[in-house]
């Protein structure tokens, strides 16, 4: 293997594709990303940064013809021009058509159901007035959870809707899924691999905490605080599902253990994922590296821990909108065990994903005392244009 030779596409340059093209430069491979400014995230630290649309035809078909294998940070890409490459004989990971059926919510809990792997129950609605006349008919009752199939992220496109009062200020517009509201004990994700050789490894199942006003992932515990057997269940449930879906490269499996201690799958990611973040810092392998391993079909490295750790996403502060400052980086940087991540977004918005901080420590519990000190301290503001929205 010549890796400077090997062309690596990534289409997306945001966090996902910085920290995929960081690993990359350790093998010295030759990554190519695509995306709409160099300015992104990826772009200081990748070989060539190509401008242009991952969602346009013509943008990622152009690009594809360059490179040697290409894979994605972002599911929301032009599967058709993936399509038409992989037909052309470029490698792609995850393969397209594994995609468009991840890339659209209804199509995955269909995809769950024709497999046999367990999910929350559900159905798909056309738009908004087809879900109202489910409620009077009666098909339809409160509480529910609506996802639009196509649109959402960061749990942008989901509403819970538990009362007509929900009805009327929370329901999304669009075709939707809808599932029955789970009664969740805790929320889980397994990070799992495969590499053409049909190769498979998971990494421990990690505890996803959420903020509940953002409903954005706010700490992220690997170990997880569930008993063996849990831990156990839910990785061989992230094997059976990139083995059902056939894919190569990384899969984050998100799962709800629910009250009656069921496993259930909430939804796939057919890359590199936020609840993978801590494996830089705290396991034998990252996910990055992982992933890069899964799609060039070389040996998968260990997944074991190194050490316990606990995960906070640096979210944008409220009220803060503008060129981007952090405060309280030096009293963080005297804690032990704090690995500061910062992914170099220009420009900060409320909630908005600036940085991620891995603790690691002895045990998760002493993980989370330093975790929650980070949190108090290090924040993500603005200097510049200042507002409270
Ligand atoms: N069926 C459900 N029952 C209860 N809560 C749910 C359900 N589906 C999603 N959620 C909650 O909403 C969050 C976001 O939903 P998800 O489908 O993962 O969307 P996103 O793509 O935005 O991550 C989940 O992490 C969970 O907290
Ligand atoms: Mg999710």
Not at 14 to 26: D, I, P, S, V
Not at 107 to 121: E, I, N
Not at 191 to 212: L, T, Y
Not at 350 to 373: C, N
């Amino acid at each position: 293997m010549n890796p400077t030779t090997i062309k690596t596409g990534i289409l997306g340059g945001g966090q996902l594709g910085k920290m995929l093209a960081l690993a990359a430069h350790n093998w010295d491979l030759d990554t190519w990303v695509l995306d709409q400014d160099k300015s992104f995230p990826a772009g200081p630290v990748c070989s060539h940064f190509v401008t242009g649309n991952f969602k346009d035809f013509e943008d990622v078909y152009a690009f594809g013809k360059q490179v040697d294998v290409l894979t994605i940070e972002i599911e929301h890409v032009n599967t058709d021009a993936l399509h038409k490459l992989a037909a052309e004989g470029v490698k792609i990971h995850p393969a397209p058509e594994k995609l468009n059926i991840i890339k659209d919510k209804g199509l995955q809990k269909q995809f769950y159901a024709d497999q046999g792997l367990p999910t929350s129950s559900f159905r798909l609605y056309s738009d908004e007035k087809e879900v109202r006349k489910a409620l009077q008919d009666g098909s339809l009752t409160f509480p529910f959870v609506q996802k639009s199939r196509t649109a959402g992220y960061d749990g942008r496109g989901v509403a819970v809707i538990k009362n007509p009062e929900h009805l009327e200020s929370r329901l999304l517009s669009g075709p939707c899924v809808i599932e029955e509201l789970v009664d969740i004990d805790k929320e889980l994700a397994v990070i799992v691999a495969r590499n053409e050789r049909g190769e498979v490894k998971s990494f421990p199942a990690v505890e996803m905490i959420f903020n509940p006003v953002a409903n954005l992932v706010e700490f992220l515990s690997c170990p997880a605080n569930v008993s063996r057997e849990v831990e156990e269940a839910a990785e061989q449930l992230a094997v059976r599902t990139i083995e059902a879906y056939g894919l190569c490269g990384l899969l984050a499996v998100e799962l709800f253990l629910t009250k009656s201690g069921e496993l259930l799958i909430n939804e796939v990611a057919p890359r590199p994922h936020n609840s993978g973040h801590h494996t830089i810092d705290s396991c034998y392998t990252s996910q990055f590296e992982q992933h890069l391993r899964a799609i060039l079909n070389l040996p998968l490295g260990s997944t074991e821990m190194k050490t316990a750790s606990v995960m906070v996403n640096l979210l944008g502060e409220e009220g803060h909108s503008g060129p981007v400052a952090y405060e309280g980086m030096e009293q963080c940087l005297s804690m032990k065990g704090v690995n500061v991540h910062l992914y170099g977004k220009k420009e900060t918005r409320p909630f908005r994903k600036m940085g991620h901080v891995t603790v690691v420590a002895d045990s998760v519990a002493a993980a989370f005392d330093i975790a929650r000190r980070v949190k108090e301290t290090l924040k993500v503001i603005s200097r510049g244009v200042e507002f409270k929205v």
